[in-house]
């Protein structure tokens, strides 16, 4: 019996044929992008390694190799972008630095500020929540010389405030030698409210 025309057929190459397809799904699906793309890379490579041995498939398993890096490219991007997204919008509810002073009001009355003899002070008022939900605040004060305004001492007081309720606070520190003081607030802090 006479051969063929054209000679013996060729082998085909599964794992050519397989990689492209797994490729293509990487790219077209990103539910599955990850994992098609990996074995998309694993498939054309081993595809290549086999097409070099049997002479055929090789274009298929560039493509799918290729393929299956910008599936997981693609992956790695909506990812990405989802992370970032989220974070943009959860650092909005949940913020560290100046309170915005719409959402407190702090009160200190006449008599907030005490030093005894032993140079203990006292500094304490009020904070009333304002904001509508529950809110976290960092209450910083100063304590200076009445006389040369020298900065004495520096103090910070974590509250927690309900939602529409008021809470005290109270500011304390040691100031030595004990002297006349004056006592402020110099800032109110968010706390990832």
């Known amino acids: 019996m006479p051969a063929p025309p054209g000679g013996p057929p060729k082998p085909t190459n599964g794992l050519a044929i397989a990689a492209l397809v797994l490729g293509i799904i990487a790219v077209l699906c990103f539910g599955l992008g990850a994992l098609a793309g990996i074995a998309a890379i694993v498939l054309g490579a081993l595809g290549m390694k086999k097409a070099a041995e049997t002479g055929s498939g090789k ?6 190799l290729v393929l299956g890096i910008i599936g997981v490219l693609l992956w790695i991007a909506v990812i990405v972008a989802i992370i970032v997204a989220d974070d943009d919008e959860s650092s909005s509810d949940l913020t560290a630095g ?5 959402d407190y009001e702090l009160t200190t009355p006449p008599d907030a500020c005490k030093i005894d003899r032993f140079g203990f002070v006292t500094f304490a008022g009020t904070i009333e929540n304002t904001a509508g939900r529950g809110m976290n605040f960092v209450i910083t004060g100063e304590i200076r010389s009445s006389d040369t305004k020298d900065l004495l001492a520096e103090s910070t ?3 927690e405030v309900a939602e529409d309720d008021t809470e005290p606070w109270e500011l304390t520190t040691l100031v030595d030698p004990p002297e006349d003081i004056t006592c402020k ?5 968010n706390f990832f409210n």
Do not use: E, L, N, R
């Open 157 to 159: 007081k974590f509250v």
């Open 185 to 189: 607030v110099t800032g109110v802090d």
């Open 59 to 64: 274009g298929m398993a560039i493509a799918g």
């Open 98 to 102: 100046t309170a915005d002073s719409s």
